[in-house]
């Protein structure tokens, strides 16, 4: 490689171009570079092509460079400055050239910096290349990712960069494409569009940056501005190589979110009906709690960043308006109070004890489905979980305040959480005023659609969420007969309210109320036994729900429950001694339905 040498002793840098017969230099002073080609004509090249006469009034020489001329310059520190969110932008710009940095932008980065009065370096000033291909090429090029990778211990690093005239990158900013808000907003997009919001650049930077983190520091986040100026200045809590393995632990992790996010949308582009081959799903801390299910374990709440889950709804995403601060049992509880009380389309008020309803009430009044809800069950509902998927308004939430508990008629009704998708200003005031540990949410039914994961040792379970309801599904009656429209609506209220209890699992419900149920039992006859009792007196002319068959009939649930004079028996169907509990349910005179949809949940 020829070195040329110009009348000037500040050569800053010397750059290979793809033509192995052509090399250019810059001059600091001139930002534009020198180029000599086989026919030794003197070319000076800034996006335009001058003369010979150009290149001599440089003062272009053809000797090589001295050991001593071709030294690197120590100069000032450089940082790297290539933002898509722009946000305190000018702060950032500023404090850099206060303490002594040399910046080095592109494109609307660089605008922004100029428009706040920063001076800075343009990258095609760097690389003596201009941006290219719209954009799609700016910064993959040596004389940047050489300066940032270069390991400053490592003489054989330095002596290449002084060889190529490549200045060290002290410092990365960067943040990406805003990928995740441009596909969930797109709408009908076409595919081509989208996949221009695709950042190569951008992860290509920071990845560089944060592989070297011991000599170059990298920051993805604008949150972060203040923390790195502090400890620029000296002024930071955090010894220097704890702190730069902290914000290169979070560059890579903001790339492998950024990549899992357009792999996930590929995916969905391609076509494919199957389970993703690989699968990354990008959480984001939330919150640490207090403990777990016990005190002895440690928790904390991480939000799923995943495309399918933008504007998906569900507690995660939950507003929290009062009340002590969510634990993790908390959580479990309320997303399974509000995940049933979402399937309901009428009115509806659900109460959760351990994950499982204990009351559910559906009413065009909703102080009514509320009162009966309670009184399913008061003393597993003190202390429960108390959903709604209407308004909470004044004249709902005094009720809530006050109402006393149906045991003694006296003891206000104690309640950990209430969710709800909205409170009326006075509403939510009335609430507050209940208890300082009442949490109070406000949530979003979630979207139909989605899967869900589950842990096992070594592994993890994926599958479709049963978001099934009775209105698209097919009853077969098969024993009995319909004698009205309310039978039907009861059956329904039952198979939709057994949905959401634990297996084995039974619901015993009448007139959109559920009056009793039996959960997580071995057997389905215990469950049975729970339910009934619980429902006593009431369980006469009721409809009795099982979210799976019945695998025997006679002296066994399907007697048991005829015995009980319930009139309405649903279930899946689907046991080989499906035709006992049919013959069985003639000779009481009572109505088998088939749903041919079973229901688990473990």
């Given at each position: 490689?020829?070195?040329?040498?110009?009348?000037?002793?500040?050569?800053?840098?010397?750059?290979?171009?793809?033509?192995?017969?052509?090399?250019?230099?810059?001059?600091?002073?001139?930002?534009?570079?020198?180029?000599?080609?086989?026919?030794?004509?003197?070319?000076?090249?800034?996006?335009?092509?001058?003369?010979?006469?150009?290149?001599?009034?440089?003062?272009?020489?053809?000797?090589?460079?001295?050991?001593?001329?071709?030294?690197?310059?120590?100069?000032?520190?450089?940082?790297?400055?290539?933002?898509?969110?722009?946000?305190?932008?000018?702060?950032?710009?500023?404090?850099?050239?206060?303490?002594?940095?040399?910046?080095?932008?592109?494109?609307?980065?660089?605008?922004?910096?100029?428009?706040?009065?920063?001076?800075?370096?343009?990258?095609?000033?760097?690389?003596?290349?201009?941006?290219?291909?719209?954009?799609?090429?700016?910064?993959?090029?040596?004389?940047?990712?050489?300066?940032?990778?270069?390991?400053?211990?490592?003489?054989?690093?330095?002596?290449?960069?002084?060889?190529?005239?490549?200045?060290?990158?002290?410092?990365?900013?960067?943040?990406?494409?805003?990928?995740?808000?441009?596909?969930?907003?797109?709408?009908?997009?076409?595919?081509?569009?989208?996949?221009?919001k695709i950042d190569i650049?951008?992860?290509?930077?920071?990845?560089?940056?944060?592989?070297?983190?011991?000599?170059?520091?990298?920051?993805?986040?604008?949150?972060?501005?203040?923390?790195?100026?502090?400890?620029?200045?000296?002024?930071?809590?955090?010894?220097?190589?704890?702190?730069?393995?902290?914000?290169?632990?979070?560059?890579?992790?903001?790339?492998?979110?950024?990549?899992?996010?357009?792999?996930?949308?590929?995916?969905?582009?391609?076509?494919?009906?199957?389970?993703?081959?690989?699968?990354?799903?990008?959480?984001?801390?939330?919150?640490?709690?207090?403990?777990?299910?016990?005190?002895?374990?440690?928790?904390?709440?991480?939000?799923?960043?995943?495309?399918?889950?933008?504007?998906?709804?569900?507690?995660?995403?939950?507003?929290?308006?009062?009340?002590?601060?969510?634990?993790?049992?908390?959580?479990?509880?309320?997303?399974?109070?509000?995940?049933?009380?979402?399937?309901?389309?009428?009115?509806?008020?659900?109460?959760?004890?351990?994950?499982?309803?204990?009351?559910?009430?559906?009413?065009?009044?909703?102080?009514?489905?509320?009162?009966?809800?309670?009184?399913?069950?008061?003393?597993?509902?003190?202390?429960?979980?108390?959903?709604?998927?209407?308004?909470?308004?004044?004249?709902?939430?005094?009720?809530?305040?006050?109402?006393?508990?149906?045991?003694?008629?006296?003891?206000?009704?104690?309640?950990?959480?209430?969710?709800?998708?909205?409170?009326?200003?006075?509403?939510?005031?009335?609430?507050?005023?209940?208890?300082?540990?009442?949490?109070?949410?406000?949530?979003?039914?979630?979207?139909?659609?989605r899967q869900t994961l589950?842990?096992?040792?070594?592994?993890?379970?994926?599958?479709?969420?049963?978001?099934?309801?009775?209105?698209?599904?097919?009853?077969?009656?098969?024993?009995?007969?319909?004698?009205?429209?309310?039978?039907?609506?009861?059956?329904?209220?039952?198979?939709?309210?057994?949905?959401?209890?634990?297996?084995?699992?039974?619901?015993?419900?009448?007139?959109?109320?559920?009056?009793?149920?039996?959960?997580?039992?071995?057997?389905?006859?215990?469950?049975?036994?729970?339910?009934?009792?619980?429902?006593?007196?009431?369980?006469?002319?009721?409809?009795?729900?099982?979210?799976?068959?019945f695998p025997f009939a006679?002296?066994?649930?399907?007697?048991?429950?005829?015995?009980?004079?319930?009139?309405?028996?649903?279930?899946?169907?689907?046991?080989?001694?499906?035709?006992?509990?049919?013959?069985?349910?003639?000779?009481?005179?009572?109505?088998?339905?088939?749903?041919?949809?079973?229901?688990?949940?473990?």
């Amino acid at each position: 490689q020829i070195m040329f040498s110009p009348s000037l002793h500040s050569l800053h840098f010397t750059l290979r171009f793809a033509c192995p017969h052509s090399l250019a230099c810059i001059f600091p002073d001139q930002r534009k570079p020198l180029l000599r080609s086989e026919s030794h004509r003197h070319l000076l090249f800034s996006r335009k092509v001058f003369g010979p006469r150009a290149m001599a009034e440089a003062g272009a020489s053809s000797t090589p460079l001295s050991t001593q001329e071709s030294a690197l310059c120590p100069g000032p520190k450089q940082a790297l400055v290539s933002l898509s969110d722009k946000k305190d932008v000018d702060f950032l710009g500023r404090a850099l050239t206060n303490l002594g940095y040399t910046i080095i932008s592109t494109g609307g980065t660089a605008a922004a910096l100029e428009n706040a009065g920063v001076r800075l370096r343009k990258v095609e000033q760097l690389t003596s290349f201009p941006e290219m291909l719209d954009g799609r090429v700016k910064t993959l090029h040596p004389a940047v990712h050489g300066g940032i990778l270069a390991k400053r211990d490592l003489v054989s690093h330095m002596e290449t960069l002084k060889h190529h005239g490549i200045g060290a990158i002290d410092l990365v900013v960067v943040n990406l494409y805003p990928f995740y808000e441009t596909v969930a907003a797109a709408g009908e997009a076409l595919f081509e569009d989208e996949l221009e919001k695709i950042d190569i650049g951008g992860p290509a930077l920071i990845r560089a940056a944060a592989k070297n983190h011991r000599d170059v520091l990298v920051v993805v986040d604008p949150a972060d501005y203040c923390a790195l100026i502090e400890h620029m200045q000296g002024k930071g809590n955090e010894e220097d190589k704890v702190y730069r393995k902290k914000l290169a632990w979070k560059a890579f992790q903001h790339v492998a979110s950024y990549d899992s996010a357009v792999a996930e949308w590929l995916w969905r582009h391609a076509g494919s009906k199957e389970f993703c081959p690989s699968l990354t799903i990008p959480l984001s801390l939330k919150t640490p709690l207090r403990y777990g299910e016990n005190p002895h374990q440690k928790a904390a709440l991480y939000s799923d960043s995943s495309l399918c889950e933008i504007g998906a709804g569900g507690i995660a995403t939950a507003v929290q308006h009062h009340g002590r601060e969510m634990s993790y049992n908390n959580y479990l509880d309320a997303d399974a109070a509000w995940n049933c009380v979402s399937d309901f389309s009428a009115a509806t008020c659900v109460i959760v004890k351990h994950t499982n309803p204990c009351g559910v009430a559906s009413r065009s009044n909703i102080l009514e489905a509320y009162h009966l809800a309670v009184e399913a069950d008061p003393v597993s509902a003190f202390g429960g979980i108390v959903a709604f998927n209407v308004e909470i308004d004044e004249v709902l939430a005094r009720e809530i305040r006050e109402f006393r508990s149906p045991v003694d008629g006296e003891t206000r009704m104690f309640y950990e959480i209430i969710v709800a998708p909205k409170y009326t200003e006075k509403g939510l005031d009335i609430l507050k005023g209940k208890s300082k540990s009442l949490r109070i949410l406000e949530a979003r039914k979630g979207t139909k659609g989605r899967q869900t994961l589950r842990q096992i040792g070594g592994g993890w379970l994926i599958q479709d969420v049963d978001d099934l309801t009775p209105d698209v599904i097919d009853l077969r009656t098969c024993a009995g007969e319909l004698v009205g429209d309310k039978q039907i609506e009861d059956a329904k209220f039952a198979w939709l309210c057994v949905k959401h209890v634990k297996s084995n699992a039974i619901v015993v419900a009448k007139d959109k109320c559920m009056l009793g149920m039996g959960s997580g039992q071995p057997n389905r006859v215990k469950s049975l036994q729970i339910a009934l009792e619980k429902a006593g007196k009431e369980a006469e002319g009721a409809t009795l729900a099982s979210d799976a068959f019945f695998p025997f009939a006679w002296n066994d649930a399907v007697e048991t429950a005829c015995r009980a004079r319930v009139s309405t028996i649903i279930q899946p169907g689907g046991s080989m001694r499906d035709q006992d509990a049919i013959d069985c349910c003639n000779k009481y005179g009572v109505t088998m339905l088939f749903t041919n949809v079973r229901h688990f949940k473990h």
